[in-house]
């Protein structure tokens, strides 16, 4: 059973990415009293009724952020598999008719599902691949593929190993992930133009792949580990128990397994060194699970590292219109076109970090 008051703190920046209003969620939160199955007062309960109520109104969409937010950190037993179910089913209702199709990639050893959008092999364009961390499901990040379709590109949406309908291992073959992916859409996508939008530990992934596989021609991630996460003992011992027990899950192995199961897993200097294409990397200055340790490293070893901090936890979640703008931006910088877009998020992103240096700077009474 997970500790409540860590799901109540960790699940900020995961509803602030689903567009939930600040309002509603700490509403729903004040009913959470449990996490004892789908019962009164538990945590699925409360996000599934709220998921429901959208559903009835007739908007898929938001109700499958809700069931998204109701399996969170992940399925494990009944009432949250349940919520992915519904999740999965309130996600295919919006989808249709929105170009968005189902991509299955067989990993040996476990199978991807992915979404796509914009796969054509007579037309075959550059490729955007997005993927979350330890607790994001495919579904929170698939409505990006409107927007890349808007960018002229096709997209990839993916879940990291052990996740949502990922039913590989997390582990040292994790490597193999990304390459397989870009394998299957090779003859209907530019995979040779690949960007790599991988957030919290499929960061991690995307820079083992740009090392090796020059299809990755940029790297956009958020709060990745990279070396000390998995080698340093003493932060190990300081990991919330909530991320432990997640990576456990995902991994296969029980809580007291995982770093000796991850620590082959880092990337070193050399292997950093051999990534050569840009790499847009936010770090939180105050991240609770993701060492200060990595944005060094890449700093001394990455060449084309352009490295933002935030003073914030893990995932900046007091920065995440920032965030967005950030990603968005970055992006169209890798790609090299849309000069007038890249300038107006340039000045909005400016904007807004004045605006949050302001707030911090502004005494308190």
């Given at each position: 059973?997970?500790?409540?008051?860590?799901?109540?703190?960790?699940?900020?920046?995961?509803?602030?990415?689903?567009?939930?209003?600040?309002?509603?969620?700490?509403?729903l939160?004040r009913?959470?009293?449990?996490?004892?199955?789908?019962?009164p007062?538990?945590?699925?309960?409360?996000?599934?009724?709220?998921?429901?109520?959208?559903?009835?109104?007739?908007?898929?969409?938001?109700?499958?952020?809700?069931?998204?937010?109701?399996?969170?950190?992940?399925?494990?037993?009944?009432?949250?598999?349940?919520?992915?179910?519904?999740?999965?089913?309130?996600?295919?209702?919006?989808?249709?008719?929105?170009?968005?199709?189902?991509?299955?990639?067989?990993?040996?050893?476990?199978?991807v599902?992915?979404?796509?959008?914009?796969?054509?092999?007579?037309?075959?364009r550059?490729?955007?691949?997005?993927?979350?961390?330890?607790?994001?499901?495919?579904?929170?990040?698939?409505?990006?593929?409107?927007?890349?379709?808007?960018?002229?590109?096709?997209?990839?949406?993916?879940?990291?190993?052990?996740?949502?309908?990922?039913?590989?291992?997390?582990?040292?073959?994790?490597?193999?992930?990304?390459?397989?992916?870009?394998?299957?859409?090779?003859d209907?996508?530019?995979?040779?133009?690949?960007?790599?939008?991988?957030?919290?530990?499929?960061?991690?992934?995307?820079l083992?792949?740009?090392?090796?596989?020059?299809?990755?021609?940029?790297?956009?991630?958020?709060?990745?580990?990279?070396?000390?996460?998995?080698?340093?003992?003493?932060w190990?011992?300081?990991?919330?128990?909530?991320?432990?027990?997640?990576?456990?899950?995902?991994?296969?192995?029980?809580?007291?397994?995982?770093?000796?199961?991850?620590?082959?897993?880092?990337?070193?200097?050399?292997?950093?060194?051999?990534?050569?294409?840009?790499?847009?990397?936010?770090a939180?200055?105050?991240?609770?699970?993701?060492?200060?340790?990595?944005?060094?490293?890449?700093?001394?070893?990455?060449?084309?590292?352009?490295l933002?901090?935030?003073?914030?936890?893990?995932?900046?979640?007091?920065?995440?219109?920032?965030?967005?703008?950030?990603?968005?931006?970055?992006?169209l910088?890798?790609?090299?076109?849309?000069?007038?877009?890249?300038?107006?998020?340039g000045?909005?992103?400016?904007?807004?970090?004045?605006?949050?240096?302001?707030?911090?700077?502004?005494?308190?009474?």
């Open positions: 059973m997970n500790d409540v008051a860590e799901l109540k703190r960790f699940v900020l920046v995961h509803a602030r990415a689903q567009g939930i209003p600040g309002r509603e969620h700490q509403a939160l009913r959470v009293e449990n996490d004892d199955g789908d019962g007062g538990s945590w699925v309960r409360a996000w599934v009724e709220a998921g429901e109520a959208l559903e009835r109104q007739g908007r898929f969409l938001d109700a499958c952020r809700r069931y998204i937010m109701a399996r969170f950190p992940y399925v494990d037993g009944p009432a949250r598999q349940d919520a992915l179910d519904r999740c999965l089913a309130a996600f295919d209702r919006w989808r249709d008719g929105n170009g968005i199709e189902r991509l299955d990639v067989d990993l040996g050893g476990g199978r599902r992915c979404w796509t959008t914009g796969l054509d092999g007579r037309d075959r550059p490729l955007l691949l997005v993927m979350g961390g330890i607790v994001s499901v495919k579904e929170q990040w698939a409505p990006v593929l409107t927007q890349a379709r808007r960018l002229g590109m096709a997209g990839v949406v993916a879940e990291m190993p052990g996740v949502g309908e990922n039913t590989a291992r997390y582990g040292p073959h994790s490597g193999r992930l990304l390459p397989r992916i870009l394998d299957a859409v090779a209907r996508a530019d995979t040779g133009r690949t960007y790599a939008v991988a957030l919290s530990f499929s960061g991690h992934l995307a083992g792949c740009a090392a090796g596989d020059s299809r990755i021609r940029g790297v956009i991630t958020v709060g990745a580990p990279v070396s000390g996460f998995f080698t340093d003992a003493a190990q011992r300081r990991v919330p128990r909530i991320t432990l027990d997640t990576l456990a899950h995902i991994s296969g192995v029980s809580p007291g397994d995982v770093h000796a199961h991850l620590s082959g897993m880092a990337l070193d200097g050399d292997r950093l060194a051999a990534v050569d294409v840009p790499v847009h990397y936010m939180s200055l105050r991240d609770e699970i993701i060492p200060a340790s990595e944005a060094e490293l890449l700093r001394r070893h990455v060449r084309g590292l352009r933002v901090e935030n003073d914030d936890v893990h995932g900046s979640p007091r920065h995440f219109v920032e965030t967005r703008l950030w990603i968005v931006r970055s992006l910088e890798l790609d090299g076109t849309h000069r007038p877009q890249r300038a107006a998020l000045a909005l992103l400016r904007a807004r970090r004045a605006r949050s240096r302001l707030a911090v700077a502004r005494p308190t009474r």
